[in-house]
């Protein structure tokens, strides 16, 4: 995809970064959009992005909405591919992950999120 950066976004490796940090684009836009699309989520859920980089992005995501979201889309799938190839290549590695992940929940020491 062929979209011209701006100040707050840089293409880097064929991914979008947000200023200088290595926070994606989708990252930062997927904060915004569980937090009510409110900027300030970006800013809490990654203590490293400026306010001006924050609302940059959202600017940036807006004025590229349909092409972004189509690369999203593209990037989710294949994160899954790849996720489904590497647990069918290693399947008691996850098998014990989740043991381990089940045994500290219900200990209390972590809580499932969403």
């Not at 926070?23 to 300030?40: F, H, M, P």
């Amino acid at each position: 995809m062929a979209i011209h950066t701006v100040e707050h976004i840089q293409e880097r490796d064929g991914d979008y970064f947000v200023g200088g940090s290595r926070v994606t684009l989708a990252s930062a836009i997927a904060a915004w959009l569980q937090g009510g699309e409110r900027a300030e989520s970006i800013i809490e859920a990654f203590p490293s992005i400026t306010r001006a980089d924050a609302y940059g992005a959202i600017a940036f995501y807006l004025d590229h909405r349909q092409e972004l979201d189509r690369l999203f889309a593209e990037q989710e799938r294949e994160f899954e591919r790849q996720r489904a190839e590497s647990q069918a290549a290693n399947p008691e590695f996850y098998a014990e992950m989740r043991r381990r992940i089940g045994a500290l929940r219900a200990s209390g020491a972590i809580r499932k999120t969403t």
